[in-house]
């Protein structure tokens, strides 16, 4: 399992290259305290750090709000540091997402396929997602990259 979460070793250029992030948008993130930076500038990002930003946006991509992609990315990420996030693991959005919890659920695909927000067709479906996303498969390919950049730069 990996142990260099919290080690500042990304520089703000290498971030944005693997989530595809604008600058703007990235510094806006840090200023108002829903993605971090370490260290000295010129600012670094740990593994954590990239990968939140990641997530943020990815749902930002999805018109999901800040707010909810933060709440996302602590889940997401508390996985991802206890190495429990699976490939095959997708976020899922209730169309009322205020009913249940924090919004969102993680699900890996196999239930996903099998998952029906109610077992009432004529009911009204407060349930039924709107949004789901293999947020996954989108981490495994931003570990991926982060780990080419760690090579190219030892």
Known sequence: MRTNYDVPAFTSAEVRSVCGAHP???????????????????????????????????????????????????????????????PDLYLVLPAISKLQGNGFRLITSPRLAKWRPTSNPGAIRTDEPVINFPIGRIIADAEAALDEIEEANA
């Open 24 to 86: 703007d948008t990235v510094r806006g993130w840090v200023h108002r305290g829903i993605a971090t930076s370490s260290g000295p500038r010129p600012r670094r990002y740990s593994r954590a750090d990239a990968l939140r930003i990641v997530i943020l946006q990815a749902c930002s991509e999805r018109r999901i709000s800040t707010s909810l992609a933060s709440e996302m990315a602590d889940d997401v990420i508390d996985c991802v540091v206890r190495g429990t996030l699976s």
